[in-house]
Nanobody
């Protein structure tokens, strides 16, 4: 099971970016999949999650309404569409999935039981 994240970069406040995470060795949708981020000097936190059973999507409060998560089943790729970016969105973004977690549920933001992790892609929001 491998995950390859891409799409990070430097963007001005108010701008947009789309992150991608291509999975190999498992089919997206067979387990919960998520995006996480770690800002400099801070702990890793959950950003968004998709449950495998019902496809329910979850977002941390700070990104709800600005970020949208989606799955391209043909490409087996997870996307995170980020709009109205703020400097506080600056972080290394990681995708995770292929583990034993099926529903996002309580505690998904900790990243527990997601299985494999991508290598991370850096997003910097700055003028």
């Amino acid at each position: 099971v491998q995950l390859q994240a891409s799409g990070g970069g430097l963007v001005q406040p108010g701008g947009s970016l789309t992150l991608s995470c291509t999975a190999s060795g498992f089919t997206l949708g067979s387990s919960a999949i998520g995006w996480f981020r770690q800002a400099p000097g801070k702990k890793r936190k959950g950003v968004s999650c998709i449950s495998s059973r019902d496809g329910g999507t979850y977002y941390v409060d700070s990104v709800r309404g600005r970020f949208t998560v989606s799955v391209d089943k043909v490409e087996n790729t997870l996307h995170l569409h980020m709009n109205s970016l703020k400097p506080e969105d600056t972080a290394v973004y990681y995708c995770a999935g292929g583990g034993s977690r099926r529903y996002c549920g309580t505690g998904w933001g900790t990243g527990t039981d997601f299985g494999s992790w991508g290598q991370g892609t850096v997003v910097t929001v700055s003028s």
